[in-house]
């Protein structure tokens, strides 16, 4: 066995190690992650990205935060400076997707050679502006489409669609997560 | 009346006009968003985001499309390149109230100076490693922060705190919305 066996650029036995230390302290597995928003103008802001907690202790390996900035289009009063809140939910969507499709299918010993995902959200704005209490002012449908490429029988396709299921972002939109929601005075 | 009349950087004006095109015809307000994700290796993937639907038409006022790349922290077998698709989901909800609280309130005449938002999401990875059928792959209860500058009362703080409900993100977050996945062979 060689000292790294990789598949599909994860590496099998750090996974495997990690599996065995959350099986062996479920409380590895709890992790708290973070965002920081700064309002600049209108529909554009920054977020900043850093610490987190998990595998029972405080991150410490970023050493710089990363920043993400947001604004609208300007048919919705935006300058189109980054893409809008809306979006970054799909992105967010089809990174996670794709990410958990692909650690998956690693510890299932299927390689893959390619995949790319599209995302589409519907939403209709009446529920932002308050226009019909009947219309949400969220995403009413949205819809996944993967590609994959590699050497897998039919079988294992089926296999890897169904992976998505693991994906953390896909089982937060697709089920209710809690959000409270606090304002306080600066 | 100036000609232009912007309240925490939204014009008002522009704001009304969109308001009254959408009550004359609703279906201006239905919109399509999307994003298309490249995987490149391990957690580390690539989203594009530039066309939508909406007001009726293609957008055609992006000239250059919006990279936005995600990876994963060392824990998590990635590279520390970028945030990962959770921590993205929580920078969607924090730029998502954050814009909502602030097109609101321009349309009440509610001026603010600042407004920052932090948001922490707990999860525990159990459910994404099928490590325990019991546990959920997604957020278990996320935490949104917001503080707010500005000559106003106490009952228009009350006010602005409630305007997150019109956050299209945070109510998809909130509330269930359907997701499809398909995956088919490139």
Redesign the interface.
């Known amino acids: 066995m060689p000292a790294t066996h990789t598949v599909?650029?994860?590496?099998l036995e750090?996974?495997s190690a990690?599996?065995s230390a959350?099986?062996a302290e479920?409380s590895l597995?709890?992790?708290?992650?973070?965002?920081?928003?700064?309002?600049l103008?209108?529909?554009?802001?920054r977020?900043t990205?850093k610490g987190?907690y998990?595998?029972g202790q405080e991150?410490t390996?970023?050493t710089e935060a990363?920043t993400?900035e947001?604004d609208?289009?300007?048919?919705?009063?935006g300058r189109?400076q980054?893409?809008?809140?809306?979006?970054?939910?799909?992105?967010?969507?089809?990174?996670?997707?794709?990410?958990?499709v692909?650690?998956?299918a690693a510890a299932r010993g299927i390689t893959?050679d390619?995949?790319?995902?599209?995302?589409?959200?519907?939403?209709?704005?009446?529920?932002?502006?308050?226009?019909?209490e009947g219309?949400?002012?969220?995403?009413?449908?949205?819809?996944?489409?993967?590609?994959?490429?590699g050497d897998f029988d039919d079988e294992q396709?089926a296999e890897?669609?169904s992976l998505?299921?693991?994906?953390?972002?896909?089982?937060?939109?697709?089920?209710?997560?809690?959000?409270?929601?606090?304002?306080?005075?600066?």
């Open positions: 599909n650029g994860v590496d750090r996974l990690t599996i959350v099986t479920p597995a709890r992790f708290e992650f973070r965002a920081g928003n700064q309002w103008d209108g529909g554009h802001s977020t990205i987190f998990g595998v991150d390996t970023r990363f993400v947001a609208e289009p300007l048919v919705l009063l189109n980054a893409p809008n809140a809306g979006e970054y939910l799909l992105q967010a969507l089809a990174a996670c997707v794709t990410g958990t692909v650690y998956h893959l390619g995949l790319e995902c599209t995302v589409h959200g519907d939403v209709d704005l009446q529920g932002f502006l308050d226009l019909d219309v949400r002012p969220g995403f009413e449908k949205i819809r996944v489409t993967m590609t994959a490429t396709l890897l669609a998505a299921r693991f994906s953390p972002v896909r089982d937060s939109v697709s089920r209710p997560v809690p959000v409270s929601v606090d304002m306080v005075r600066g």
